[in-house]
C-alpha cells in the first residue's frame, strides 16, 4: 500500500512541478503607452519641451507619445505624398481598442481578408472597383500595355521607403527566379506564347506590365481576394537578410520560412495592423502600423483600432460558443452558416452583440449541382447528361421550396443556379432583367412538365422495371457526388429531397456521400467520373474568375460542367476533347475571347449577358436549388463603422477587406 | 535484469520500425494527397493563381516520390531529429509538437492524477460495501460515464457552462492571463479552466478503473489467504488495504502502463478538440484529417514509443509491486 500512496505521491509532485514550470510566455505584446507615459512627464528638468513643435492630435495616443519623446517621426512625415482618404460609413471615430478575431487556421485565411491591401480594390459597394496602393491605371497599345501609377510616399511599417525597389525585388528575385518556387509569375502574366510578360520600372512610383494580347481585365484581377495582390508586395530591405542573391549565409528555405507576413512578428507590412507576435496554431496578434497612409475625412490616420488579436479555434462548435458569449468584437465567418442565425441571436442580448443586417452569402446557388457534360465512364450517359431535354427535365423535377424547407429551415429563395445575385454585371436595369430571366429559367416544379421533357430526350422505362433507362435501353441510375462544398448538413438533406422528388418519377437516383474535404470527391472531379456534384456558386465578376460560365479550364482546376472541353482549351488542344461546333462550350469559349478583346467594361457586361443566354436556352449546367441566403455577422455594441451591406460567399472582392476595416471603431 | 531489458528494447526497437512504416502505408492509403485537397479548397475560394504553386510544394514535401523513398526519406531523417515539415502549418513537425509538448503531459499527468486519486477508493469503497445504495450510485454513474464519450460529455458540459453558467471554459487561460508571466493569480486562473477536461476526463475515465479495482478487489477478498488474514484478528482495515488492494491493484498498473502512459497523446484528442486546448491531440486529429503524412506519422511513432515504453514500466512496476512476478 505504501507502493501505491508513493505512485499517487509522485504523480500529483510531477503535476505541481510541471504547474510551475509551465510554459514561459513567449514576449508579452509590448504596450507602448505605459512606458512612454511614465516616462514623458517625468522629465521637469527640460523646458525645451514647451518650443518643440506640437504632435498631431490626427493619430492614435499611443503613436502621439511616441512622437512626443522622439521614437517615431511626426505624423506628416510619416504620410504619403498621395494619401487615401477613406470615407467612414456612420461616424468619425475613436482610437483604440483590440478587436478580437476568429480564423479557423493556421493560414489565417478569414484574417487576410480583413488586412491585404491590393493594388486596386473592390468598391465598399460592390458597384466597381477604386484605387488602391495603385491610385491610378491606364492602357496603352490597345490593351497590350498596361501602367499602373502608384501612390508617392508610401513607407512599410518599419518607416522603409516603399516604392519600384520593392516590386523589382517581387519581380526579378522572386516571381522570375527558377530556384525559387514559391512566389510565381502570376497566371495572368504570359504572352500567347507562353513566354513571360515583359514588366518595366521608368521610375520609383510607375510599374508597366507588356503582353502580346490585350489583357483590359488585368487592374480588376489584381483585386481579387489577398491570394492575387498579396505576393507582389515584397518588403525587399526585410528579406533581402534571408536572400541567397544578397546574403550567402541565407538559404530559400530560409526565406520562405520568413516570408509569411501573417505569422512573422516584425514583418514590415503596408496593412493597418501588422504581426507583431504569434502563438504557432493558437493565436496571432497584430498591431496598428505607424506608418498607415489611410486618413478618414477629418485627416485623421487609420486605423482607429489598436490591436487585432487572432484565436485560432479549429472546431465550429466551439467557435459558434464563444461568439454567443460576445468574446469577439467582429466576426465576419466564425460561423459561415445562416443555420446559426437563431441560436446567435437568442444570446444576442447576453452576448452584448448584434446580428449585423444586409450581410448576404451573395450565392446563385447554395446548394447546386454541376451537370457533367463530359462525362468519361460511358458514352450512353455522357449523350444523356448533354441532352437539354433531360436536364430541363431534372430541373423542373426539383420541388425548390421543400427543399429549403428541409435543408434549411425555410431560408432563402428558391432559383436557378446563377451567378451572384449581388453582380456588377447585373447592376443595369437590363441587367437585372437578364438576372430574373436566369434565375427563374427552368426553376418551376412542375412533374408533368419533367416527365415531358424526360420523354423528349428518350428517357423513359423500357424494360417495365418502373425505372427510367437510356434511350439504348440500359438501365441507369444517377449519381448524386455529395462533397461538402455546400456543407454536409445542407448537401446532405438537399441530395435526399432531390432524390425523392426524382424517383417519384422513375429515375433512379443513388446519392454517393463523399466525406467532405477528402481527396476522393476531387479525384472524381479531375477524372470526370462524376455525374451530379454538389457545389456553391457565387461570383460578383465573371471575368476574374469564368469558370461558373465559361468552360476554360480542366477537371480539378477550376472546371464546373465541361471538365474535358475545358482541358483542351487550357492545353491549347494537347489534352481534352474539343469542342464540337456550335456547341455550348464552344459558342462559351468563343464569347470568352471576344470579351477578352472587349476594352470597356459596359461592353463585357453586354458579352456577359450574351453567354447568359446561352446557358438559359441550353443549360442548365448547373443545378440550382436555392440561393442568396442572410449571413451572420456578429457586431459588438460597442463597435462602430460595420456597413450594413456584404456579400461573404465569393471571395474574390476581399470582404470584409473592400469595406475598410481600418476604419471601424470601438468605443472606449 | 539487464538482458532482459536489452531484449525488450530490442523488440521495442523492432516494433517500432514495423509500426511506422504500416501507419505510414495507412495514412497514405486512400487516394490523392494532401495537396488535392488544398487545390480543391483554393480553387472554390476562387484562387487561381494557387495551381501554378501546388506542382512545386508537391515537389518540395515530396509528394511525387514512390511511397518507399519517401517512407525512407522520413524515416532516416527522424532517426537524426528532423521529424519533416507539417503540410498545413507548413513549419517544422518538430515546432508544433515541442510547442504543444508541456502543456499535452501537464493535461494528461493533472487528469491521470484525478482518476486514480477518485478511482481507486472508490473502487475499493464499492467492493467493500458491495450492493449497498453507495455501490449502487456509483455502479450506476461509472456505467454513464463508460458509455458515454468524452467528446459528447464535453459538448454537453460546455454548452451548459456557456448558455447557464456564462463561464469563459475554452483554451487554458483566460485572455488576460495568456500573456502575463507565471503567479498565483495565473495558476488560478489555469485551474478555473483545467477542471472541465480534468471533470470530463475523470467522470469518463475513472469509470472503468473503478470497476476493475471492484471487481478484482471482490475476488481477492474471498481469498484463503484473507480470510487467514482476518482469522490472525487483524484489523479490517489493514486486511482491506495491505493485504487484500496490493494484490487487487495489478491490473490497474498494467493499465497505467499500457494505456495511460501513451494516452498522453491520444487519450483526450477528441476532448481537447472540442476544447480547443493546445495540446498535441487536435493537431493530431487534423493531421490525419487531412493527410498531413509527416505531422500524422510522427504522431503515431511518439504514440507507439509511449505504448512499448509504458508496457515496459509496467511489468518493471508490477515485478516491483508484487514479489510473485519475476521478470524472465
Not at chain 1, 576 to 602: H, I, R
Request: a negative charge.
Amino acid at each position: 500500500m505504501r507502493k501505491i500512496a508513493f505512485l499517487l505521491n509522485v504523480l500529483v509532485i510531477l503535476v505541481l512541478v510541471l504547474v510551475a514550470c509551465g510554459p514561459t510566455p513567449t514576449e508579452a505584446p509590448a504596450e507602448p503607452e505605459e512606458p512612454a507615459a511614465t516616462e514623458a512627464p517625468a522629465e521637469p528638468e527640460e523646458p525645451a519641451a514647451t518650443e518643440a513643435p506640437a504632435v498631431s492630435e490626427h493619430q492614435a495616443p499611443m503613436l502621439q507619445e511616441l512622437v512626443a519623446s522622439g521614437d517615431l517621426p511626426p505624423l506628416a512625415e510619416r504620410l504619403p505624398k498621395d494619401v487615401l482618404t477613406v470615407p467612414v460609413v456612420e461616424s468619425i471615430g475613436q482610437y483604440g481598442g483590440t478587436w478580437h478575431a476568429l480564423d479557423e487556421d493556421t493560414g489565417l485565411g478569414r484574417m487576410k481578408m480583413a488586412l491585404y491591401e491590393p493594388h486596386i480594390r473592390w468598391k465598399p459597394d460592390y458597384t466597381g472597383y477604386e484605387p488602391g496602393l495603385v491610385k491610378d491605371w491606364e492602357f496603352e497599345d490597345d490593351g497590350n500595355t498596361l501602367i499602373l501609377h502608384f501612390r508617392e510616399g508610401i513607407k512599410w511599417s518599419d518607416g522603409d521607403d516603399f516604392n519600384m525597389d520593392d516590386m523589382k525585388f517581387w519581380w526579378e528575385d522572386l516571381a522570375t527566379n527558377e530556384d525559387y518556387k514559391v512566389v510565381q509569375i502570376p497566371w495572368w502574366g504570359f504572352n500567347t506564347d507562353n513566354t513571360p510578360m515583359t514588366v518595366e520600372f521608368p521610375d520609383d512610383y510607375t510599374m508597366i506590365f507588356k503582353w502580346d494580347s490585350p489583357h483590359w481585365v488585368t487592374p480588376f484581377t489584381l483585386a481579387q481576394g489577398f491570394w492575387e495582390g498579396m505576393d507582389h508586395f515584397k518588403p525587399s530591405h526585410y528579406l533581402k537578410q534571408f536572400h541567397p542573391t544578397y546574403n550567402s549565409d541565407a538559404s530559400y528555405d530560409d526565406l520562405e520560412l520568413a516570408d509569411k507576413y501573417w505569422e512573422t512578428p516584425g514583418y514590415p507590412c503596408l496593412f493597418a495592423w501588422c504581426c507583431s507576435d504569434v502563438t504557432p496554431g493558437e493565436r496571432v496578434f497584430f498591431e496598428r502600423n505607424p506608418y498607415y497612409w489611410k486618413v478618414d475625412p477629418e485627416g485623421n490616420q487609420l486605423p482607429y483600432i489598436d490591436y487585432v488579436e487572432v484565436d485560432i479555434v479549429g472546431d465550429r462548435e466551439t467557435r459558434i460558443l464563444q461568439l454567443s458569449q460576445g468574446k469577439y468584437e467582429i466576426d465576419f465567418r466564425g460561423s459561415n452558416n445562416p443555420l446559426d442565425i437563431p441560436f446567435l441571436t437568442e444570446q444576442a442580448e447576453a452576448g452584448g452583440y448584434h446580428l449585423q443586417p444586409g450581410w448576404m452569402n451573395g450565392a446563385g446557388a447554395w446548394p447546386g449541382w454541376i451537370i457533367n457534360q463530359d462525362y468519361v465512364p460511358d458514352e450512353g450517359i455522357r449523350d444523356l447528361l448533354r441532352d437539354t431535354n433531360f436536364r430541363k427535365g431534372l430541373s423542373h423535377a426539383m420541388d425548390r421550396e421543400r427543399i429549403i424547407d428541409v435543408a434549411w429551415g425555410g431560408i432563402g429563395t428558391p432559383q436557378q443556379a446563377t451567378i451572384s445575385p449581388q453582380s456588377w454585371h447585373f447592376a443595369s436595369p437590363e441587367g437585372q432583367e437578364v438576372f430574373k430571366a436566369w434565375q427563374q429559367a427552368d426553376a418551376t416544379y412542375d412533374p408533368d412538365l419533367a416527365v415531358e421533357y424526360f420523354e423528349k430526350a428518350n428517357f423513359t422505362d423500357q424494360d417495365g422495371d418502373g425505372l427510367r433507362d437510356l434511350p439504348s435501353g440500359e438501365p441507369f441510375q444517377l449519381v448524386i457526388d455529395m462533397t461538402g462544398w455546400a456543407r454536409d448538413e445542407i448537401e446532405t438533406p438537399a441530395a435526399e429531397t432531390f432524390r425523392e422528388n426524382l424517383i417519384e418519377l422513375g429515375v433512379d437516383v443513388a446519392p454517393l456521400n463523399m466525406v467532405s474535404g477528402t481527396p476522393d470527391s476531387s479525384l472524381r472531379e479531375k477524372e470526370s467520373t462524376f455525374m451530379l456534384r454538389g457545389c456553391h456558386a457565387s461570383e460578383v465578376d465573371i471575368w476574374t474568375y469564368p469558370d461558373w460560365i465559361f468552360p476554360l479550364r480542366g477537371g480539378g482546376e477550376g472546371s464546373r460542367s465541361w471538365p474535358m472541353q475545358g482541358k483542351w482549351r487550357q492545353t491549347g488542344g494537347a489534352e481534352g476533347w474539343e469542342p464540337e461546333p456550335d456547341s455550348p462550350a464552344a459558342k462559351l469559349q468563343a464569347l470568352y475571347d471576344k470579351g477578352m478583346a472587349e476594352p470597356t467594361v459596359e461592353g463585357r457586361h453586354k458579352i456577359v449577358w450574351e453567354a447568359i443566354q446561352i446557358h438559359i436556352d441550353e443549360g442548365p449546367f448547373t443545378l440550382g436549388a436555392a440561393g442568396d441566403q442572410p449571413m451572420p455577422v456578429i457586431v459588438k455594441n460597442n463597435v462602430h463603422n460595420v456597413p450594413e451591406f456584404g456579400i461573404l460567399g465569393p471571395w474574390a472582392p476581399g470582404s470584409p477587406g473592400n469595406t475598410n476595416p481600418s476604419q471601424y471603431w470601438i468605443e472606449q | 535484469m539487464i538482458t532482459y531489458l536489452m531484449r525488450r528494447l530490442g523488440y521495442a526497437a523492432i516494433m517500432l520500425v514495423v509500426v511506422s512504416f504500416v501507419s505510414f502505408l495507412i495514412i497514405d492509403l486512400p487516394p490523392g494527397d494532401y495537396m488535392d485537397q488544398k487545390l480543391a479548397e483554393l480553387s472554390q475560394r476562387g484562387d487561381r493563381s494557387a495551381e501554378t504553386r501546388i506542382e512545386e510544394y508537391r515537389a518540395k514535401y515530396g509528394l511525387d516520390k514512390p511511397l518507399l523513398q519517401r517512407y525512407w526519406m522520413w524515416a532516416s531523417n527522424f532517426v537524426k531529429g528532423d521529424f519533416g515539415e507539417s503540410f498545413q502549418f507548413e513549419r517544422p513537425v518538430k515546432d508544433i509538437l515541442g510547442e504543444r509538448l508541456q502543456m499535452t503531459i501537464l493535461l494528461a499527468m493533472f487528469a491521470l492524477a484525478v482518476m486514480w486519486i477518485v478511482a481507486i477508493p472508490l473502487g475499493v469503497y464499492s467492493a467493500v460495501n458491495q450492493y449497498s445504495l453507495g455501490d449502487q450510485i456509483m455502479t450506476t454513474i461509472a456505467f454513464i460515464g463508460m458509455g458515454m464519450p468524452n467528446f459528447l460529455l464535453a459538448l454537453l458540459v460546455l454548452f451548459f457552462a456557456v448558455v447557464v453558467l456564462d463561464a469563459d471554459i475554452t483554451g487554458l487561460f483566460s485572455r488576460e492571463f495568456r500573456d502575463a508571466p507565471w503567479s498565483l493569480a495565473k495558476a488560478w486562473d489555469l485551474l478555473k479552466h483545467m477542471w472541465i477536461p480534468s471533470l470530463i476526463a475523470a467522470v469518463t475515465g475513472s469509470a472503468g478503473l473503478i470497476r476493475i479495482m471492484r471487481a478484482n478487489l471482490l475476488d481477492t477478498l474471498g481469498m484463503p489467504f484473507v480470510e487467514a488474514a482476518r482469522a490472525r484478528g487483524l484489523k479490517n482495515r489493514t486486511v482491506i488495504w495491505k493485504h487484500a488492494v496490493r494484490i487487487a491493484i495489478n491490473p490497474l498498473v498494467v493499465i497505467l502502463g499500457s494505456e495511460h502512459i501513451p494516452g498522453i497523446i491520444n487519450r483526450n484528442m477528441l476532448l481537447a478538440y472540442i476544447l480547443n486546448l493546445p495540446t498535441i491531440g487536435p493537431v493530431f486529429i487534423g493531421a490525419l484529417l487531412v493527410q498531413d503524412s509527416y505531422m500524422a506519422g510522427t504522431c503515431l511513432v511518439f504514440l507507439i514509443m509511449l505504448t512499448l515504453i509504458g508496457n515496459l514500466l509496467a511489468d518493471i512496476g508490477l515485478a516491483w509491486l508484487d514479489p510473485r512476478i519475476r521478470l524472465e
